[in-house]
């Protein structure tokens, strides 16, 4: 089972990368293949038709489209920028989109955040759900959001709070069990 | 392979509920064994806290958290009321977040609307997903909205248009594959 | 100036209410006719396309729509239920907007929300914005989210904490200047 | 009175510019200063925090700011990609957050959009609206959804249909009256 797990932010000492770390070891943990990939691996320009129509498909976005087209499922954590989805993560989407068919079609989604406010970036959250939808993946049940996240991660990138350390386990578990099992194409 | 299905309108000739039963009937020739509630079953108040202290959870909230229960997946089949998620539904969402450990936890969920508008509905599904998720169900990567729904149906209930009848087919057998696989408990 | 002041919740010792009720003094001490309204006031059923043919819009849902025609704008303080906007409040809006033209049209609208959670209920506002601009509310600029709101009050009411009573009174200054002074019909 | 109005897309013939054009026109003849923009003159790179920090805030975003912070209202005439705001728009929302105090406060926003499906862009306007109003924008009770824009216009910019034409005259009138008189800062 391959599961591909970035942040959504193109910020090197970002939060939301140190929670992607934190998943992708505990997925590795699980025995799953992880890719864990960095956000700027996926470089691309503003979604403009125009460029579109001239320069094609950026290759950010299809080395993207790839790496998800390989995957079982993916992991995003994603920042909350402004009570929304970052606008760099909408844009990747919205370039993705362009790609026929959607190479996120039947793909399970977990999804994360962090955030130094007390809201822990849940807002981004559900402001990016209904592209996603859009796009065919199938939205897991449970979603982690890391509040105070500036205060969260002990040296070693690991959780200082064990109960949500638990909560995040199990999760996890669950998101790899049923990745394992549902037949979504 | 057990799957609730239900409208979430109050009305009797909705057209929402027209799709309920058509979808219903889909499903149970599939060879699921359908349960195809109607919302009026699932009678219950206004949300009121206070109410919930001296009367306990209204019967009709408990007896759509037993059918949730017995079931492995659920579909809703809601209209869009203002841009957004319908009150009653809504509001039975809010007195099933009542009970603990929510019903709802790891069902897979397929949503679908229809609508005399050219918009069917998309907007309200679109509204109810962040508490659904909230609820901990697994959104299906597919949707159906039936935009001009009343002029959709045959006189027997099936679609007058093959191509999107064809589409909710491929959806619906997924979503029955994916039940019968995923394991989210 | 007339202003119509509610919280959204039905139980009597709601912290939305609490809130509610602070504002409206404050308002007052600004020299508004204010309307501190009990959303109880406005009973009103499940809505049922059904029960409106036969016995029209109901009575809480008319004293609704004449309140808000004689006010120049409305406070709406609401709570948070499950990442949306109550079931009770969206039933009124949705019974509400079957009165033609809506009572909202041009009217400003102000609005806050309280919780004991970090939130505050910021969550609920975003939800709720939709239906409110579908039915022509002008939504201020400003909103007043209330986090850890069962430890924000003192025992007359006031807020503990001077600097978001400060923000607050500021909110509410210029809410009254663009009621006052905008010509929205 | 100044009025800022561009369209949230970078492709040179977009149905957005082209309603952004007709409002723009149709302000102008209403006696505004009108500033019509071209989102590409705004240019900015993907937001990056650690760009802000080596290189600060972007040329395209401060001259966004500076035309904001001269206007009395703003209109931005959005596409919707895949159920949400358009990444790029967002993105120079984001950008814009970073500049202290937003530009944006009590500024009067006026929200269209333009699709050749049969929504006409409406879920993007639903999905931009909370970025919006947390930088602090009072977001006009009316908003103009234009469906199947790609059949919408004649040759000279206006639009085929008479009633759609008045309805947006009318939207048009109120807010500029709104924007003459709110007192908004």
């Given amino acids: 089972m391959r599961i591909l797990v970035f942040a959504g932010s193109l910020r090197k000492e970002s939060l939301n990368k140190k929670l ?61 920028y402004n009570y929304g989805v970052p606008g760099p993560l909408k844009n990747a989407i919205d370039w993705l989109s362009r790609i026929r068919p ?27 759900r209904p592209a996603l939808s859009f796009m065919g993946l199938w939205l897991s ?3 982690f959001s890391l509040a105070q996240a500036n205060q969260a991660f002990e040296d070693d990138g690991s959780l200082v709070d064990a109960d ?16 394992g099992s549902a037949q979504t194409n």
Same sequence: chains 1, 2, 3, 4.
Avoid: H, W
């Fill in 141 to 143: 049940g449970d979603s």
């Fill in 20 to 80: 992607a770390t934190l998943i992708a070891d505990k997925l590795d943990a699980l025995g799953v293949d992880v890719d864990a990939a960095d956000f700027r691996e996926f470089d691309m320009p503003l979604f403009d038709g125009d460029l579109e129509v001239s320069d094609g498909i950026p290759a950010g976005t299809q080395e993207l489209a790839r790496r998800i087209a390989v995957a079982d499922a993916i992991v995003i954590v994603s920042p909350e």
């Fill in 102 to 128: 959607y190479p996120t079609i039947g793909k399970i989604c977990f999804l994360a955040s962090a955030a130094p406010s007390l809201v822990g970036g849940a807002r981004g959250l559900i402001a990016i």
């Fill in 164 to 179: 949500l350390n638990k909560l995040l386990d199990g999760m996890l578990d669950r998101f790899v069990k049923v990745t």
